[in-house]
C-alpha cells in the first residue's frame, strides 16, 4: 500500500462517480489527496460553484459516507494554463505524494513525465456519473438527485445551486451535450 495518492478533479459538482473513485483510492492508499482544480473559477455554466463550495460538497459527502477526515486532504489549486510547468506548479500547493489517480489523458502524461507513477481509476457508470450530465438534467428538468449523494443535493438546494445553473444558462451560451 502506498502513503498518499492523488486525485485531480474540478467537482462542478461533486457526484457518486467522484465518490465511488475515491473509495477505490482509499484502497490503494492510506491516505488521499483532492485537488479541486480549476479553483479561481465558478459562476459560468462549466464552472458554477466557488472552491469554498465545492470543499463543502466534498466534505459532506464523504463525510455521509464514513470516510474518516484523517484519510483526506481537500486543496483548492487554481490553473497555471502552461502544461510545461503544470505539474511543479500543482507540487507546490499540496503535501508530497507517492502515486497520481487520473483517466485523464492529459493529466496522466503530464505526472509521467514528471516521473510520477500514474494509475487510471476504474470509471463507475460514466454514461450517468458525470457532472456535464448533472448539469445538463438540471438544465434539461430531468432528475439530477439521483446522480449525487444525498448530502451534496441538500447542499445545492441550500445554496439556490439549481436556480444558478438556470440562470447561468440564460446568460452563458454554451451548450452541455
Do not use: C
Amino acid at each position: 500500500m502506498y502513503k498518499r495518492g492523488l486525485y485531480v478533479g474540478r467537482f462542478q459538482p461533486f457526484h457518486i462517480g467522484h465518490l465511488e473513485a475515491i473509495k477505490y483510492i482509499l484502497k490503494k492508499v492510506e491516505e488521499i489527496i483532492i485537488v479541486i482544480g480549476s479553483a479561481q473559477y465558478s459562476h459560468t455554466l462549466e464552472n458554477p460553484f466557488t472552491s469554498g463550495e465545492r470543499i463543502v460538497m466534498i466534505r459532506e459527502a464523504l463525510n455521509e459516507a464514513k470516510i474518516d477526515l484523517s484519510k483526506y486532504y481537500l486543496i483548492p489549486v487554481p490553473d497555471v494554463n502552461v502544461h510545461s510547468v503544470w505539474v511543479s506548479y500543482l507540487i507546490s500547493f499540496v503535501p508530497s505524494f507517492d502515486l497520481v489517480f487520473t483517466n485523464e489523458p492529459l493529466t496522466s502524461r503530464l505526472f509521467k513525465e514528471a516521473h510520477f507513477k500514474v494509475e487510471p481509476i476504474p470509471f463507475f457508470h460514466r454514461e450517468l456519473y458525470s457532472a456535464t450530465e448533472v448539469r445538463r438534467r438540471i438544465l434539461s428538468g430531468e432528475n439530477w438527485e439521483a446522480l449525487l449523494p444525498k448530502s451534496v443535493v441538500k447542499f445545492l438546494k441550500e445554496i439556490d445551486g439549481i436556480g444558478r445553473i438556470l440562470e447561468l444558462a440564460k446568460t452563458d451560451k454554451t451548450i452541455i451535450q
